[in-house]
């Protein structure tokens, strides 16, 4: 069978232009690390990105137009969830393919117990029935194998492949011009993720924000002390480009956000990655990236430490053989793909 030429992607992630903050957010998942996540669908596989499906703005002989479709739709999978729209979707397609990149389960830690609700299971059961399913991770592969999926293929996140190749900067002496990053203000924070915020507060460091939610609404009643530090210091943007452009300069990245910490790399800095839970711990492991447990960081430790533990190496030399698993499945779903 031939490469596919006409494919379609569900998504308002590149209608950015002009429109307030509350709409771009909304646009982008509420969450702009997004952004380099499709910037690399874009770049690899050459998708249209079209507005989301809703029935009323799609006539069969437009969804026609496409040999097949690329979704998203599955890559933060929590226990018990379930996809209508995603259904919509598969059914108004019809025999076509509707190709995931890439599905992850989402839980606090590798539960061998996770519970894929039957019906999801069952769209990824149909969806198989196409195509080969990409997925986040060996943790993830295990548990859908688990339930009887066969058609899959571990392939990480497409953001890494953004760059074919990875070229990072000399760590200088003394301590690096450092960006950090955090989760998403939800909640009561633990104290690990409290005392790691403070140290990024006492370090007054450039805070690289990927959400919309402020630290007023934090419920520890702690959020008067940071205010001031990341209105001067919080950094957010709805461009790839721009969030490139800023991180000119700095040679260092540390957060809990894969994504900023992919960008970062991106841009050559060394990236250290805390991780709590299974999605970036799953995603690290695949890509043999440098990471820290957040119950072993250690405030009275220096960036410089902690940028000497960001050491890429393992990374570097894993890349080629993830590369090839990411065009091993563009083979097997017939995708166009750019990437050497």
């Given amino acids: 069978m031939k490469t596919y030429e006409k494919l379609g992607i569900f998504s308002e992630a590149f209608s950015l232009e002009g429109e307030p903050d509350d709409v771009r957010f909304a646009r982008v998942g509420a969450n702009t690390g997004n952004l380099?996540?499709?910037?690399?669908?874009?770049?690899l596989f050459g998708p249209d990105f079209l507005r989301p499906y809703d029935g009323l703005h799609y006539s069969e002989e437009k969804l026609r137009g496409y040999d097949a479709f690329l979704t998203t739709d599955l890559i933060w999978i929590?226990?018990?969830?379930?996809?209508?729209?995603?259904?919509?979707?598969?059914?108004?397609?019809?025999?076509?393919?509707?190709?995931p990149v890439s599905v992850g389960l989402q839980c606090g830690s590798f539960d061998p117990e996770f519970r894929l609700h039957p019906q999801t299971?069952?769209?990824?059961?149909?969806?198989?029935?196409?195509?080969?399913?990409?997925?986040?991770?060996?943790?993830?592969?295990?548990?859908?194998?688990?339930?009887g999926l066969r058609n899959?293929?571990?392939?990480?996140?497409?953001?890494?492949?953004?760059?074919?190749?990875y070229n990072f900067l000399p760590l200088p002496e003394g301590e690096p011009a450092t960006v950090c990053n955090f989760k998403t203000f939800w909640g009561r924070l633990t104290p690990a993720e409290w005392k790691l915020l403070e140290y990024f507060r006492a370090k007054d460091l450039p805070f690289l924000e990927q959400t919309c939610q402020p630290v007023g609404e934090l419920q520890n009643g702690e959020p008067a002390r940071y205010e001031p530090w990341l209105e001067k210091r919080r950094k957010l943007f709805?461009?790839?480009?721009?969030?490139?452009?800023?991180?000119?300069?700095?040679?260092?990245?540390?957060?809990?956000?894969?994504?900023?910490?992919?960008?970062?790399?991106?841009?050559?800095?060394?990236?250290?990655?805390?991780?709590?839970?299974?999605?970036?711990?799953?995603?690290?492991?695949?890509f043999h990236l440098p990471v820290l447990e957040l119950s072993q960081f250690d405030p009275e430790k220096s960036l410089r430490a902690y940028a000497e533990l960001a050491d890429p190496s393992d990374f570097l030399q894993a890349y080629p053989q993830r590369k090839q698993a990411l065009l091993e499945f563009a083979e097997k779903n017939h995708l166009p793909i750019h990437l050497s």
């Fill in 238 to 286: 709805f461009s790839p480009e721009e969030w490139d452009a800023f991180l000119q300069g700095f040679v260092f990245s540390m957060g809990m956000r894969f994504h900023g910490n992919i960008i970062a790399m991106q841009n050559g800095l060394r990236a250290l990655t805390v991780v709590s839970d299974s999605r970036t711990r799953e995603l690290t492991s695949y």
């Fill in 36 to 43: 380099v996540f499709f910037r690399a669908i874009r770049k």
């Fill in 152 to 165: 899959l293929q571990v392939i990480g996140c497409p953001s890494v492949f953004f760059r074919e190749e």
């Fill in 78 to 99: 929590r226990q018990n969830q379930v996809y209508p729209s995603t259904e919509k979707i598969l059914d108004a397609i019809r025999d076509r393919p509707l190709i």
């Fill in 121 to 147: 299971l069952r769209l990824l059961q149909r969806m198989e029935e196409r195509c080969v399913l990409g997925v986040r991770g060996e943790y993830t592969a295990q548990i859908l194998s688990d339930r």
